[in-house]
């Protein structure tokens, strides 16, 4: 129960739209983009090449084709990339479910508190007990004697 009151209370100091793994993750893609190149391909589509690779972005269906934006929710470098050229900022397109609203709604039900065993009601059924031990079948161990040869 303080687990949950405990989480609650660090969502609430979340500063941002998202929370801080996911700052940090987007923080080491920031350092990336200055690898790669981004080139307009079409209204919502772009082409970001770096030496080695070539992805095709598209902001609208918000996919990249390296996939790793549609697998974690988080933009790749890629994604930055388009952003940041267009001096956005890419934490805003992280997915819903990684937003600091989520977070908050996810923690915001607790369980209800009990009083202790002596305020309990005692049930009118018998107790539950723990099922009968049997011995499961398996292999017949071997007897074997040494001074048989
Ligand atoms: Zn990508």
């Known amino acids: ?81 388009v952003y940041r050229s267009h001096n956005k900022n890419p934490r805003k397109y992280v997915h819903p479910i990684l937003t600091k609203p989520t977070l908050l709604t996810v923690y915001s039900h607790f369980l209800e508190s009990l009083r202790g065993p002596t305020f309990w009601t005692k049930s009118p059924y018998p107790d539950i007990l723990p099922p009968e031990l049997r011995v499961l079948p398996r292999k017949p161990k071997r007897c074997r004697q040494k001074d048989e040869i």
């Open 1 to 81: 129960m303080t687990r949950l009151v405990d989480e609650q209370e660090k969502k609430m100091k979340i500063k941002g739209v998202v929370g801080p793994n996911v700052s940090k993750v987007l923080r080491e893609r920031e350092k990336h983009i200055h690898e790669y190149i981004t080139r307009p391909s079409g209204s919502p589509r772009y082409e970001v090449t770096s030496a080695k690779h070539s992805f095709v972005v598209d902001v609208e269906k918000k996919i990249c084709s390296c996939g790793l934006w549609q697998l974690g929710g988080i933009p790749c470098v890629h994604v930055v990339c």
